[in-house]
């Protein structure tokens, strides 16, 4: 049971660069998330998707995109990368519930670097 | 003020000793709580969720103070793999979850 996999697990981009980070899990669950951990501070929402063929905004949505391409996977876009996007991307995904009391699993990461 | 507030440490302890660590919280709505706990260049995973009555699990107990809006999370006997970063976790509102950003310990030999 693989559980959340996310490739690449690092990538170097120049500014301007476009890429695409690839989530996918096998947990049959209906929410899945992007964050961003960026050191002091903390892990914080880009997008989410409660449930197939849905995405909302999170915190920090801008100069992102993403696609629900179906239930078991939820892919994040940066269409123009710029150095301010340099971070840790993880995805999460929950189980099915009310949206607020439910365990997160991550998966291990994907360390950006923008030159 | 930060939505969520954690001391950052680091917390240096010896092994077998009894640490705590506290986390505020500026949301009085929330009504969700939660620690994870992150090693070094890994992703977070649950430890455990924070009841109202508070809850133990093993050498863990969380408590969460709603009057003064804090969650507390206490290790007894502490153990060279309790040496980890911990996120308090706040549930905002619907598929929204502010992260704190955590509190390092390490457990000296």
């Known amino acids: 049971n693989a559980g959340v996999t996310q490739t690449p697990k690092f990538q170097v981009l120049k500014t301007g660069q476009s890429m695409t980070l690839q989530c996918a899990q096998d947990?049959?669950?209906?929410?899945m998330y992007w964050y961003r951990q960026d050191p002091g501070m903390g892990l914080r929402l880009i997008y989410y998707?409660?449930?197939?063929?849905?995405?909302d905004k999170g915190e920090v949505p801008n100069g992102y995109n993403v696609s629900r391409l179906n239930k078991r996977e939820f892919s994040l876009r940066l269409e123009s990368a710029a150095p301010s996007q340099t971070s840790v991307y993880f995805c999460?995904?929950?189980?099915?519930?009310?949206?607020?009391?439910?365990?997160?699993?991550f998966g291990p990461g994907t360390r950006l670097l923008v030159l | 003020r930060k939505e969520v507030e954690q001391d950052p440490g680091p917390f240096n302890v010896p092994e077998g000793a009894t640490v705590a660590f506290n986390c505020t919280y500026s949301?009085?709505?929330?009504?969700?709580f939660f620690w994870y706990r992150q090693d070094c260049r890994k992703e977070p995973k649950l430890l455990m969720s924070?009841?109202?009555s508070g809850n133990e699990d093993g050498r863990f107990t969380a408590q969460l103070n709603r009057a003064s809006q804090y969650i507390s999370l206490l290790i007894r006997d502490s153990k060279l793999s309790d040496s980890a970063t911990y996120l308090c976790?706040?549930?905002?509102?619907?598929?929204?979850?502010?992260f704190g950003t955590g509190t390092r310990l390490k457990v000296l030999a």
């Open positions: 998707s409660a449930s197939e063929g849905t995405t």
């Open positions: 949301n009085s709505a929330s009504q969700s």
């Open positions: 947990m049959n669950h209906n929410s």
């Open positions: 924070v009841y109202s």
């Open positions: 999460a995904s929950s189980p099915p519930g009310t949206g607020r009391q439910e365990t997160q699993y």
């Open positions: 976790v706040v549930n905002k509102g619907t598929y929204k979850y502010i």
